[in-house]
């Protein structure tokens, strides 16, 4: 979710330390051959400049003084925001397989192909390292963009003398963008005022328990639309008030709940005030919105986290100042339930916390604790949702914690003892499908942003169940799929990962028909009682015409 502070997705901040996943693609926007069987332009950046490469942001630059050969390298400022990812899209040909090499020198670097294969070094200590993959073409592929990134947090990594090398130059080269792709940035400014965007997603709470074999379809009205609504701040996507929220969204998580301090446990949602807001409704008026939703069988929930709202509770002090406090503003604002959105560094197991099933580190288990005290007081009712990001939850298929011998990035996978430990209570699990890096999937794949395949791979994780670091011994169970909805950005002012209507439905119809799936097929089969979507927001979807609303309903009914 985003913030009017532009909040990461993934705030995992300093690393998918030891995901493969995530690599800040280096664009290379423009095809050609600088000689046969070379597909790259400037691998070696010797023209002193990144033409044809495309950087996310301003992280991209060509340095001297760090080259493997020649005079000039390219450097990726990575970032706690932004992994300085570069591309280049070069035509290729259908049914070939072709070789994508690179020297780098950096801490978590990665090298691969959008939608594709990749490989990446946890670290090179200083010098250059050879990395090198190999990817085969579709039989109607004709282009393919490669790229190359480092990782949040890690500082700049330098790449020289990258490689993509085929059987003969290219027959035709597709043009050098002029700014990068949405996949290349984890948002970009519609115009001076859209910059300040903020983004989020929400969806119904997970259960663990088995899916079984496919069900019926589920009655009609059963899918849900979900949506964040920028309740307390301000940004380019402009304020919505909550009567003129469209009856197309099925639950609406207020953005957001944030604590008074990281560990203090104690949460306030304070409305976005006038000077901000020129358009703001006044308190009643908003409550009787709220309340105007709810009498037409809408959910509104109290979403809590997103970008700045970090909270710890390491205590059982804090614990119980978030039960209470949580309490006082559903009663307040009359609302359903709750929605976490916790990202950043809320969430981070303790080293030898190892078993998902039995945490035991505080922040863990008081969550844990703190919500099912809220759902006993409020009933059957209470809804529960949550927002995790990748990182958080898939990402535990290969890693989990720091690891068993320790150095791996603690909050790996770190969402997967919460999901666990309320599944009895959950509602709805809607996991962010964008600024996300590249994640393994169950194909042992890596699967990038910007596809149906993303989603696809993604959601099958939760619908088919993993096993926890690679342990078939230690078995994250699948949900049910009317426990899961797929979070994605309502367009590219968003988030990164935004996919075009098309694109939403070829996933839709390979999860729920099994049809369209690519190479792609979903280990847990067809699964028509699959939720539905989650977007950041409903205030981005607005500002664009309402397209990603209207195709849901386009789709579902």
Known sequence: MRTPRRKRLLAAGTAWAVAAAGAVAISFGLAGSASAGEFLVNGGLETGTLNPWTCSGSTGSVVTGHAHSGTYALAGAASATDTAQCTQTVAVAPNTTYTLSAWVNGSYTYLG???????????????????????????????????????????????????????????SSPSVPSSPSPSASASASASASASASASASASPSASASPSGSPSTPPPAGSHALVGYLHASFANGAGYLKMSDVPDSWDIIDLAFGEPDSITSGNIHFNRCPVAQCPGVESDADFKAAIAAKQAKGKKVLLSIGGQNGEVQLTTTAAR??????????????????????????????????????????????????????????YGANFQLTMAPETFFVQLGYQYYGSGPWGG????????LPVIYGLRDDLTLLHVQDYNSGSIMGLDNQYHNMGG?????????????????????ANMFPPLKPSQVAIGMPANTYAGNGYV????????????????????YTPRAGKQPNLRGLMTWSINWDNYNGNEFSKNFHNYFG
């Open 113 to 171: 192909v959008n939608g594709g294969a990749s490989t990446w070094t946890p670290g090179t200590g200083g010098a250059y390292q050879k990395l090198s993959v190999s990817f085969t073409t579709t039989a109607t592929q004709t282009s393919a963009t490669v790229f190359t990134h480092g990782w949040y947090g890690q500082g700049t990594y330098y790449a020289d003398d990258v490689s993509l090398d085929g059987p003969g130059a290219p027959s």
């Open 320 to 377: 119980d100042a978030f039960v209470s406090s949580v309490s006082a503003i559903i009663d307040k604002w009359g609302l359903d339930g709750l929605d976490i959105d916790f990202e950043g560094h809320s969430l981070s197991l303790n080293t030898g916390d190892n078993d998902f099933k039995n945490p035991t580190t505080p922040v863990i288990t008081n969550l844990i604790s703190a919500v099912k005290s809220l759902k006993a007081k």
């Open 500 to 519: 075009a209507p098309a694109v939403v439905n070829q996933a839709l119809d390979c999860l729920t028909k099994g049809t369209g799936c690519g190479s």
């Open 452 to 472: 149906a395949d993303f989603h696809i791979a993604m959601t099958d994780m939760l619908l088919a169940g993993f096993p926890v670091a690679g342990n078939t």
């Open 408 to 415: 791996q990035d603690p909050r790996a996978g770190a969402f």
